[in-house]
């Protein structure tokens, strides 16, 4: 149960279509936006907030069979703090997933012993050849406030002098005014490039060929993006939050806070003008790529639902 189908081309439905490949072998998988009733054997909603009436629907249907509950950025660091459906989908779940390794410590102390981590994952890809003419800086995400793209726009701004920086930005203008930003600065600053919205494959050829990812999102329960670009061996600055730094790693250097354009800025500069930063930074994330690797996501999945069934089972009528 996923809120957003293809044609959003988000988080969400990329979650929702490889996990259903995920677990096709085993099991029987179909994806919808809002469940209106059936006779399946055990619900993965995805969005505590969004997909609130098909989780209380599912369990007002089905008292005793397993709901399992994904947890998004949105969720964690801002809607279950507030927000009473997400809330009330907090309690209805038999187990809580988070994407990031930080994740669980956003979830009321009571709530904490549901929780599991799922890293998402992404096939490897052989770091590509990068030109030493430039630095080529790539952020990937929609024009929306929580991405904050603001924050790339105005490093960018900062380098315009830096001709041998370069900075893209791929993400479909979900904010019109955001968009409108995006091309007016890509008009005044030559070495930006705002791309407008990509398919995936075009997408992760340029996270691939990119010197450096840029993430400064202001909440992430666990950015795909980021682990392609760790599992094509390309290194990323990312702002300071959990849902990166639960990726990444606690003790990961190419961070800053955020909204820092500032310190982004400086980190872009040392970027291209240190030699050993960004090999540095690569070497970090090598560490942690076999995290992200398809076959530990698919096992954790199987594990998961595995263990609900199996309770599930113990709990039915003999």
């Not at 998402?120 to 995400?141: D, F, I, K, N, Y």
């Not at 993400?171 to 008009?187: I, Y």
């Amino acid at each position: 149960m996923t809120p957003a189908l293809a044609a959003a081309n988000n988080g969400n439905w990329h979650t929702a279509r490889r996990w259903a490949r995920l677990l096709a072998p085993a099991y029987r998988v179909a994806v919808t936006d809002c469940w209106s009733g059936g006779a399946e054997t055990l619900m993965i909603a995805l969005h505590a907030r969004r997909s609130a009436a098909s989780v209380a629907a599912w369990r007002a249907a089905h008292p005793g069979r397993p709901l399992l509950l994904v947890l998004t950025g949105t969720d964690l660091y801002r809607d279950i703090a507030t927000d009473a459906d997400a809330q009330r989908s907090l309690v209805l779940a038999d187990a809580l997933v988070v994407l990031n390794e930080l994740g669980a410590r956003q979830l009321p102390e009571a709530l904490r012993a549901k929780a599991q981590v799922v890293l998402q994952s992404s096939p490897a890809r052989a770091p590509a050849a990068r030109t030493p003419r430039h630095l080529r800086a790539l952020m990937v995400g929609h024009l929306r406030a929580e991405k904050d793209p603001q924050t790339y726009w105005r490093a960018a701004q900062r380098l315009a002098q830096r001709r041998d920086i370069r900075l893209d930005h791929i993400g479909a203008a979900l904010d019109p005014a955001l968009g409108a930003q995006a091309a007016a600065l890509a008009a005044r600053q030559p070495q930006f490039r705002w791309l407008g919205g990509q398919p995936h494959a075009a997408v992760r050829r340029r996270i691939q060929h990119a010197h450096v990812l840029v993430h400064p999102s202001r909440m992430e329960g666990g950015a795909q993006v980021v682990i392609e670009a760790i599992r094509s061996g390309t290194p990323v600055l990312a702002s300071r939050i959990d849902g990166n730094l639960g990726l990444l790693g606690s003790g990961y250097e190419g961070v800053f806070a955020p909204g820092d354009d500032a310190a982004l800025a400086a980190l872009l500069a040392r970027a291209r003008d240190e030699a050993d930063m960004l090999p540095r930074l690569a070497a970090q994330l090598a560490l942690r790529s076999h995290l992200f690797d398809p076959a530990a996501e698919q096992a954790a999945l199987h594990r998961i639902i595995g263990a609900l069934r199996a309770r599930h089972l113990d709990r039915s009528p003999r």
